[in-house]
C-alpha cells in the first residue's frame, strides 16, 4: 500500500499521473462504498489547483463536518442534509492550494458526537478489517477510506479521541497535533475548548508531511498557533536515545486485570513487549503512578465538558438561515419543527445532558468541577511532561467492537483504559495512535501523547516506535493493490 | 431528582422534542450520568481548584489591524435559506394579519 512518499516518488518520475491517481481512488470509492459506507459524497469530477507542493496531485478525503464551498457538507446528520457551504474551511483551503485532489466527504457520527461510526444518517460504517465490526469514531469514514487504501491520507477532527480511536480499530497512523496548531476555521464546532484538526495516514512521516502542509496561524482562528518555520518532517528521524517516555501503571498492570477478558489482557501483554522494544533501541522508560480517582473521573468530565459545549454551538442549527426549513406558523414553531425533525434522538439526549448541566443549579457542582477536574489533570500530566517527553499507552482496551454491543446508550460500565485518551483533548497536548500487531486477528494501536506545542518531537518519538514495532502501513491483503 | 416533566422542559428550552420513549431513555440514561459525574465530586478539595476552560494559558492574543477585509456576499448568504425576499431570509409576520 503506498504512502504519500512512494506516490510522490511515482509521480515525479511519471510512472503514474495525477489523472491516473485520481481514476483509480474514485474507482476504489465506488466500489468499497456499499460495503462499507465511508463516504457521504464521492467527487466524480477531480479539481486540481497547480501547486509544486509535496501533496500535489496526491488523492485524499475529508470528514464531512468540514466546511468545503459548493460540495455537501451534512456532519452527517439530518438537520444539515441539504447544506451546500458558501465559504471553505481553512484546512480543506489549504489542501486545495497545495495541490491535493478530494476524492469524497466522509461519514462521520451525527455532528461528531459519538464513538462508533454507527450514528451517522446515511448508515454505519464497517470496519475494513471484519464487516461485522464497527470502525469506531466520530471520524469513522476517514478512517475506513486510508484503511481501504482508497486514500494515502485523511482529515478527521478530534474531540476526545476521535481521529486516534479509529486509527488503532482501523489499523492505520491518527494524529491530533497540539490544540490550535491547526486552524478550526470551517470546522463545525463539536466542543471548541476540546476540538483539533488533525488526520489518517499510512505511516507517521506521512502524518508530519500532511500537519506540515496544514498548520500555521489563521486570522480567521483567534486560538491558531504561529508556524514555528520547522518542518516536522524534517525531524522524525532525529535521534531519540535518551528520550523518557512513561506509562500508567493503573491503566496497564496486568494484575489488576483478574477479571478481565482475554482480549484485553493480550492487548496489554503486547503493550509491555512494545515497552521492552521502546527501551531496546534506546528510550528510557519508566512506570508511573496516577491517581486512580482522577482516571476514572476522565469520562464524566470529557462528557460534562463536551456535552455543554456542544449545546451551545449547535444552537445556531434552525433550519432558517440553512438546513431543511420547518413548518409552523411563528418563527419560534417553524425552529422547533426543524430541530425535533432534524437531530437523532442520540444528539437530543447529550443536548438535554448538555442544558441539565448548565442549569443555574448545577453549573458549581456539574460544569465547573468537571472544569477542575480538567485543570487537576492537565496540571499533573505537566508535572510528569518536566521529567518525561511523551506518555505511551494502549489506544484502547479491547480490538474494535461488534456491532451488536451495546452502541448507543451511554453505558453504566466505565473503561479508564477506552477513555484516556481524552487527556489529550483536555490539554491539548500533541497526540497519536499507531498501529501495535493483532489481537483476534484485528489491529490494536499504542497511543502516544507529548509535551503541549512539541509537534514535532512527538511525532519523531512514534516515527522512531513504528520503525521498531514492524506494523507500519499494515492492510488486509485483499485492499493492497 | 431528575423527572420526566424537567427533561421535557429541558428539550422545550433547547427548541425540539422527543416521544415518550425517548424521554425514557434519557430518564434511565440520567442515572448513570448521575453516578459518573458523583465520581468527579469524590476528589478532595476540588472546589479549591480554578475551573480550567482551554488547553493552556495563552499570555496574548493577537488582534488583526481594523481594516475591512472578504466577507460574503448577499446571494452567498441566503444561498441555502429556503425561502428570501428583498434579499432577507423570509419568516412567517411575527404580528398576525
Known sequence: MKTIVDLRNDLDNKVVTSDELFEKANKLAHKYQDEFNPFVTIIDEKIEEESNSILSGIPYAIKDNFSTKGILSTASSNILKDYVPVYDATAYKKLKEAGCVLVGKTVLDELAMGGTGTTGHTGIVRNPWNKNRQIGGSSAGSAAAVALGIVPFSLGSDTGDSIRKPAAFGGVVGFKPTYGRISRYGLFAFASSLDHVGCFTRCVRDAAIVTDILKGKDERDMTSLPDEKVKYVDMVDNDIKGKKLFYIKELTDLDLYKDAGEETLEVLRKFKETIEKCKNIGFEVEEVSFDEKLLKAIYPAYMTISCAEATSNNSNLTGIPFGPRGEGSNINEIMFDARTKGFSELIKRRFILGSYILQRENQERLFKNAGRLRRIIVDKMNELYKKYDAMILPASGGVAPTFDCEIDRMSPRYLMLENHMAIGNFGGFPSITIPNGFVSDMPIGINITGRCFEDGLTLNIANKIEEVLGFKGIVKEEYDV | ?97
Do not use: S, W
Open chain 2, 1 to 97: 431528582m431528575i423527572t420526566k416533566e424537567k427533561l421535557k422542559d429541558y428539550a422545550a428550552k433547547l427548541m425540539f422534542d422527543m416521544d415518550d420513549e425517548g424521554y425514557d431513555r434519557t430518564l434511565e440514561e440520567f442515572e448513570t450520568v448521575e453516578k459518573h459525574m458523583a465520581l468527579i465530586g469524590e476528589i478532595e478539595n476540588i472546589e479549591n481548584i480554578e475551573p480550567m476552560t482551554f488547553p493552556y494559558v495563552i499570555y496574548h492574543a493577537d488582534l488583526r489591524e481594523d481594516v475591512a477585509c472578504d466577507c460574503l456576499t448577499n446571494d452567498e448568504v441566503l444561498a441555502n435559506a429556503k425561502e428570501t425576499k428583498a434579499n432577507q431570509v423570509k419568516v412567517p409576520k411575527v404580528v398576525g394579519e
